[in-house]
């Protein structure tokens, strides 16, 4: 779903009183006992960390449990890799463009000169894709750790503060990646749970089989007794993740199913919102549609990625399913009793890929009309079985394809954003904008909303009335405030303007065959 950046690295003081074990919110930390400190290495230098990650939602809450174990070290996160003593970069390698920058990062630290006496490390997913190559093409790096590995931090800089300069752990075969004994969490409200980890469908495409290791379910009694300690401590939305979250299989006694969890989690005092990613469409069954109509607290949004419309190119992919097949669990959702929405990933430009590969492509945009669609162009993967096929689409060609899919797609939400002017949603508020002095905020649906607001209105529910909508976002007022959907201020007009002018005058991409 994407390889935005994000950064974990505010600034906070330790809180003396914080939990040895389970959450701390963003900006609070615990204090460092003496024993703590020794597990660094009674005269660790280290004082202050910087973390950047690239990627999805897997590896942010991956940085969240890596920024933890720190702050329970007595670590504390800066602002900037200058002021750092330890730079960490969490990877993701799902893409080219994704691992690429990561190298630049390091080679423009390098260039500056900004790595003296700093301690620097590769997590993630390159680091478990490149290993011990990544010494070579960035000596400045003294750790590469993957991401089952993280609970071994401490160790693991204890070595290179002692003179190792290439620490290596790439160590698949272990349940660790699950259970750290803190989690720096990110949001006042949201908080992740991983519940499986790793994938054993190796799509022709993907390098995650490779980078994330095999398939490791979580116990039932494990994630529902964090669920509930999260919502204890506070935080009423909750996110099941995992590289394919409904292939979950409960290694407990319980042997409950995925459907089963959800309902369950749903009925945790507390807990207002429950969203999990990402399915898979092989494995997407009724008995997960009939858990979000009977339980509200389920959000109504499912990501169904399919990559492609055509059934030839899903065969070439071996993701297991056809176009028809597909088309079955959409109209499954359709017919809910609760609209839910949908969300999807499409590869363009795959090996092989047909002028009407991609015309039965942009034809399913029109049989499903995603409310959201994240899209890209297919680049080679190491070590995955597409890295060897033939017949690869010119790179001009998948960016041509890209522009033609982004388009009509855009035109699609626009449209289906537009009807829900007038509507009423609960959203939870995520930041705030000043400059526009507007509220940001999600709908169960998952649409951002743009809103007159407060700063400190960050982690409210507000009940809000559309008023405008571009491709992407709705704007809104509060629904206790009289105003006409029509009647939308200066700032609402700012707010989705250039979205809304590049979704309505942009110049239409026409297709054109080579």
Same mark, same amino acid.
């Given at each position: 779903?994407?390889?935005?950046?994000v950064?974990?690295?505010v600034?906070?003081?330790?809180?003396?009183?914080?939990?040895?074990v389970?959450?701390?919110?963003r900006g609070?930390g615990?204090?460092?006992?003496?024993?703590?400190?020794?597990?660094l290495?009674s005269v660790?230098?280290?004082?202050?960390?910087?973390?950047e990650?690239?990627?999805?939602?897997m590896?942010?809450?991956?940085?969240e449990?890596?920024?933890?174990?720190l702050?329970?070290?007595?670590?504390r996160?800066?602002?900037?890799d200058?002021d750092?003593?330890?730079?960490?970069?969490?990877?993701?390698s799902?893409r080219?463009?994704?691992?690429?920058?990561?190298?630049?990062?390091?080679?423009?630290?390098?260039?500056d000169g900004?790595?003296?006496g700093k301690?620097?490390?590769?997590?993630?997913c390159?680091?478990?894709q490149?290993?011990?190559?990544i010494?070579e093409?960035?000596?400045?790096?003294?750790l590469?750790?993957?991401?089952?590995?993280?609970?071994?931090?401490p160790g693991?800089l204890e070595?290179?503060?002692?003179?190792n300069?290439?620490?290596?752990?790439?160590?698949?075969?272990?349940?660790e990646?699950?259970e750290?004994?803190?989690?720096?969490?990110?949001?006042?409200?949201?908080?992740y749970?991983?519940?499986?980890?790793?994938?054993?469908?190796?799509?022709a495409?993907?390098?995650?089989?490779m980078?994330?290791g095999?398939e490791? !379910?979580? &116990? *039932?009694?494990?994630i529902?007794?964090?669920? +509930?300690?999260?919502?204890e %401590?506070?935080y009423? /939305?909750l996110?099941?993740?995992?590289?394919?979250?409904?292939?979950?299989?409960?290694?407990?006694?319980?042997?409950?199913s995925f459907?089963?969890?959800?309902?369950q989690v749903?009925?945790?005092?507390?807990?207002r919102?429950?969203r999990?990613?990402?399915s898979?469409?092989?494995?997407?069954t009724?008995?997960?549609?009939?858990?979000?109509?009977?339980?509200p607290?389920?959000?109504?949004?499912?990501?169904?990625?399919?990559? !492609?419309g &055509? *059934?030839?190119?899903?065969?070439?992919?071996? +993701?297991?399913?056809?176009? %028809?097949?597909y088309? /079955?669990?959409?109209n499954?959702?359709?017919?809910?009793?609760?609209?839910?929405?949908?969300?999807?990933?499409i590869?363009?430009?795959f090996?092989g890929?047909?002028r009407?590969d991609?015309?039965q492509t942009?034809?399913?945009?029109?049989?499903?009309?995603?409310?959201?669609?994240f899209?890209?162009?297919f680049?080679?993967r190491?070590?995955t079985?597409?890295?060897k096929?033939?017949d690869?689409v010119?790179?001009?060609?998948?960016?041509r394809r890209?522009?033609?899919?982004?388009?009509?797609q +855009?035109?699609?939400?626009?449209?289906?954003?537009?009807a829900l002017?007038?509507?009423?949603?609960?959203v939870?508020?995520e930041?705030?904008q000043?400059?526009?002095?507007?509220a940001?905020?999600?709908t169960t649906?998952?649409?951002?909303?743009n809103?007159?607001?407060q700063?400190?209105?960050i982690?409210?529910?507000?009940?809000v009335?559309?008023?405008?909508?571009?491709?992407?976002s709705?704007?809104?007022v509060r629904?206790d405030?009289a105003?006409?959907?029509?009647?939308?201020?200066?700032?609402?007009?700012?707010?989705?303007?250039?979205?809304? +002018?590049?979704?309505?005058?942009?110049?239409?991409v026409?297709?054109?065959?080579?």
């Amino acid at each position: 779903m994407g390889s935005e950046l994000v950064r974990i690295s505010v600034t906070g003081q330790p809180h003396a009183e914080a939990a040895a074990v389970g959450s701390v919110r963003r900006g609070v930390g615990p204090a460092a006992t003496s024993a703590d400190a020794g597990l660094l290495g009674s005269v660790s230098r280290l004082r202050t960390f910087y973390l950047e990650t690239f990627g999805c939602q897997m590896n942010v809450h991956d940085s969240e449990k890596v920024a933890g174990v720190l702050v329970a070290r007595g670590l504390r996160p800066v602002e900037n890799d200058r002021d750092a003593d330890l730079i960490l970069y969490n990877t993701c390698s799902i893409r080219e463009k994704a691992a690429q920058k990561v190298y630049s990062r390091l080679g423009a630290f390098r260039k500056d000169g900004r790595n003296t006496g700093k301690i620097i490390g590769v997590l993630g997913c390159v680091a478990q894709q490149e290993g011990t190559r990544i010494f070579e093409r960035a000596p400045q790096v003294s750790l590469v750790c993957g991401s089952a590995s993280y609970a071994r931090l401490p160790g693991l800089l204890e070595q290179v503060e002692a003179g190792n300069r290439r620490v290596l752990a790439l160590s698949l075969e272990t349940d660790e990646c699950f259970e750290t004994e803190l989690t720096r969490r990110d949001s006042p409200v949201r908080a992740y749970a991983t519940i499986i980890e790793g994938c054993d469908q190796c799509c022709a495409f993907c390098v995650v089989p490779m980078t994330r290791g095999r398939e490791r !379910s979580r &116990s *039932s009694q494990k994630i529902l007794a964090e669920c +509930r300690r999260l919502a204890e %401590e506070g935080y009423s /939305e909750l996110q099941l993740l995992g590289q394919i979250v409904n292939h979950w299989a409960d290694p407990s006694p319980a042997r409950l199913s995925f459907a089963e969890l959800l309902s369950q989690v749903a009925e945790i005092p507390g807990v207002r919102r429950v969203r999990f990613a990402t399915s898979h469409p092989r494995y997407f069954t009724p008995e997960i549609v009939r858990a979000i109509e009977t339980h509200p607290t389920l959000c109504d949004q499912i990501h169904l990625p399919v990559q !492609s419309g &055509s *059934s030839r190119v899903l065969a070439r992919m071996q +993701r297991g399913y056809t176009r %028809e097949e597909y088309l /079955e669990k959409i109209n499954c959702i359709r017919s809910a009793r609760r609209a839910i929405s949908i969300s999807t990933d499409i590869m363009v430009g795959f090996c092989g890929e047909a002028r009407d590969d991609f015309e039965q492509t942009i034809s399913l945009l029109d049989a499903v009309e995603y409310d959201q669609v994240f899209s890209f162009k297919f680049s080679p993967r190491p070590n995955t079985a597409a890295g060897k096929f033939e017949d690869a689409v010119l790179e001009e060609e998948k960016g041509r394809r890209l522009a033609v899919l982004q388009e009509y797609q +855009r035109q699609i939400q626009l449209r289906r954003n537009q009807a829900l002017i007038g509507r009423e949603f609960e959203v939870l508020v995520e930041s705030f904008q000043p400059r526009l002095q507007q509220a940001v905020g999600r709908t169960t649906s998952n649409r951002v909303v743009n809103f007159p607001g407060q700063p400190d209105w960050i982690g409210r529910y507000v009940n809000v009335r559309v008023t405008a909508a571009g491709p992407n976002s709705l704007v809104a007022v509060r629904a206790d405030q009289a105003i006409s959907p029509r009647a939308a201020t200066r700032s609402d007009a700012a707010t989705c303007a250039v979205e809304v +002018r590049g979704a309505t005058e942009a110049r239409r991409v026409e297709w054109k065959s080579k």
